[in-house]
């Protein structure tokens, strides 16, 4: 008899999800001046969740005149009062965790285990990283007195949804900006959580203004000439958008946009622990990673082994419900992003790569995704180099470090990579030829609030995190 | 570590002299220490309910070596371990026994007749339990001492000064040595006290050097030092196993010993077990626990799931 899991499903009884939601702004849940209503569905069911607002041109207005108004007393505020702020709002997060990471993995698809271990513990630390920064900004090496730019317009993805806000507002407010942010469509719940966090912990009204809604809304708040500076996270095609309508202005921007990671897996490296990093790199969030390391590219002599060993591990994935303490691999986000994956998995196929999945049933209703790998590919393959956004993992092979080097940097992104040896001068020769925003050695997906992060190339601009996090900020 | 067809045959040349086995040995790859315990922290997070865990528990007991190795064990207190392994719960007849009672090699004539009948074996820690420091023919009577007193199962522990020395032969040597004194009728453990080897390497690296010396199982410790069995250690001997049959088609077993305590604890190892090395491995000829008060704990979940209460610690017999 095999040791069957019994299910283990986390209760949803902890959250309460209204049927509809408003704008945050100024302080308060507002209607829209528009009235269009969107849904957001949980991709593993496809259930309604809640109807949520698409905010109009007009309503992106009032959020920002709400930030801009806010700004004069926000930013004149002692750092150490903005500090009190983000430390409580850090503390909510904490005492909330269960509840947010509930809703995360209900709107997202992910699976509980990484809502709850990885993406909350991070949300929290992010807050109170940056509350320890708002009164030492003198000391941050941008000169004494460093000043906030203004209103910040801020956009973010859907795959980390309340991650990427702590990234984008932990700093802001640290820094003494104000903020109108626009969630993801498909995931705009958590932020307007966090928007009651927000009245919880008593932030003045308008410092932090949430606007929900699809590309319409994210194209107004990016365009409002009242905006002093935009951050944006997301696709490099909206990224590129976004650039040309912030050319020519005195708009501020830093863009986090796309990857295609790779993994270099020399012959001397932890051959189990890589795999393990390999399973991290590509199958994390369901490969729904900026900085996922979504190639692999492997040293000849060891490729077989290791081949094996990532099948045989690839088997004990467990796929499904994702409020199952026991899943590994959750749901895709969205039906269009399945069918991306769908449509760039069949390219590889049909350019003649090799295709392997484990066995693995797929649940009926949701957006599912098996865990993928090709082998036999090229650099020359389109899924070397498109950026997949899905549990798919390209295999390639090098004979020497110079060709890992050389194979590694053809890319036109430059987000993260990955380093696996046992010999620590290897780790920092290779390293530094890489172009890549991080690289991380015998390990990979490893997230810090203090470590700066961002890309080369495609992958944009700007460093989110760490000390170099406030410099996008602040007027330096 | 090749995997190529040619592996059996460098297999059987690996121990050919002391530096053909310290090239083999050193040729496995590296242990990522901050990995492999996050790998092992992770599979710790398994959540194990309802069935699952009454099938788990059912199976822990099932895999205890009921243990006593003290200087003080008297033949009354060897029976009395024997009665338990044969019913660990005198109030309740479907629980299963346990794999086997474990005690010092002038006991086991005791511990025979104690489980006569059951199918319970006895274990039996020779070679000079626990240090090993003795010379190998005062190891190998301690060994067939057990064996003609009708031992099943012999733990030996390897010479870890030799090994830390680099001297992988003279341990090999020894394990082949014990292992033929154990004949036909006594399975072999092989014990690292993984604590003294300090190193995830090292720890790699012996139980390579046990399986191929001939170990039926191998063990992470005697119990007897401040580190004994870890999560991290197991996980990385069952990835050792896994390997090894892999590349010869020989099944060894694995034995964490000392400091394992509580049910929550024991399943945490056996998810190690059903996710790293696999099924294969989830039954009492491939698995133990080497436990003393880990029984009880597991009693007590036990009666707890059958009566929805929770009974205490006087509702399981002491020893």
Redesign the interface.
Known sequence: ????????PESRAIVDIAPSYGLFIDGEFVESSGGELNKTVSPATEEVLAEYTQATAEDVDRAVKAARKAFEKWSALPGSERAKYLFRIARIIQERSRELAVLETLDNGKPI?ETR?ADLPLVAAHFFYYAGWADKLDHAGFGANPRPLGVAGQVIPWNFPLLMLAWKIAPALATGNTVVLKPAETTPLSALFFADICRQAGLPKGVVNIVTGDGRTGAALVAHPDVNKVAFTGSTAVGKEIARTVAGTAKKLTLELGGKGANIVFD??????AV??IVNGIFFNQGQVCCAGSRLLVQESVQ??LL?ALKRRLS?LRLGDPLD??TDIGAINSAEQLARITALAERGEAEGAERWSPACELPASGYWFAPTLFTNVTQAHTIAREEIFGPVLSVLTFRTPDEAVAKANNTQYGLSAGIWS?KGSRILAVANKLRAGVVWS??FNKFDPTSPFGGYKESGFGREGGRHGLEAYLDV | MPTTASSAHVLSDVAASDSTLRRFLHGLPGVDAVGLEARAASLGTRSIKTTAKAYAIDLAISMVDLTTLEGADTPGKVRALGAKAVHPDPTDRTTPTTAAVCVYPDMVAVAKEAVAGSGVKVASVATAFPAGRAALDVKLADVREAVAAGADEIDMVIDRGAFLAGRYLKVYDEIVAVKEACGTSARLKVIFETGELSTYDNIRRASWLGMLAGADFIKTSTGKVAVNATPANTLLMLEAVRDFRAQTGVQVGVKPAGGIRTSKDAIKFLVLVNETAGADWLDNHWFRFGASSLLNDLLMQRQKLATGRYSGPDYVTVD
């Open positions: 008899m095999a040791f069957e899991y019994a299910p283990a285990k271990d001397d490296a932890p051959l189990d622990q393990e990093g077989e082994e094996d004990t303490k026991n046992e015998n390990t």
